[in-house]
């Protein structure tokens, strides 16, 4: 503070010489801390992938326990097939028990789209998943995650996942009338 004063009078004290010193040193000063903010962001971003391919990698493997792990202890999940919301990771866990007990081999795959800082401790990371499995037909769902970060780690703290509608072929509509 006491130099950005010194700063301060030296520009008066020059006139448009020093104003044009003072809105440079500004400046970079702003751009120094977007640069940071940048590095800052780009290591959080390859976090936050890195734990989507571990969560792809304990989903694949049908282990529910650890899916719940990359959620956070109050997390809400709205499920893709009927809408319903499930609060906290224990709740979490027994649907992904349930669903790996009825379905067997189930996959996912993962496209994370983008991802978007909200704060320094929340992003937002929309994507699409694909669930594959001998039992099941392909589904295609598009997600939004908010993810936070605690202790120095990004879990997941809301998830929505939407269907995707598959739009039939106009062969299909008439297929009823042959």
């Known amino acids: ?26 400046g970079c ?3 120094w801390g977007q640069a940071a903010d940048s590095v800052a962001q780009g290591k959080d971003e390859q ?27 109050e ?11 499930l609060t906290g990771r224990e709740a979490i866990e027994t649907q992904f028990n349930t669903v790996f007990e009825n379905t067997s081999d189930l996959k996912i795959d993962v496209v994370v789209e983008a991802i978007q800082f909200v704060s320094p401790n929340v992003a ?6 694909t669930f594959r499995g001998p039992d099941v037909e392909d589904r295609l769902t598009e997600y939004s ?12 703290d809301r998830v929505e996942e939407k269907a995707e509608e598959v739009l039939n072929s106009n062969y299909e509509h008439l297929k009823q009338l042959e």
């Open 1 to 26: 503070m006491r130099s950005l004063l010194q700063i301060v009078g030296i520009s008066r004290k020059h006139g448009r010489l020093g104003a044009v010193m003072f809105l440079a040193f500004l």
């Open 47 to 73: 976090s936050i992938r890195k734990s989507v391919a571990s969560y792809v990698a304990a989903f694949n493997r049908q282990d529910a326990k650890a899916v719940a792990s990359h959620w956070s202890p």
């Open 29 to 31: 000063g702003f751009c």
């Open 75 to 85: 997390a809400v999940y709205v499920t893709p097939v009927d809408g319903r919301r």
């Open 124 to 129: 937002v990371e929309q994507g699409r998943a």
């Open 145 to 156: 995650a908010v993810h936070v970060r605690r202790d120095g780690v990004w879990l997941l």
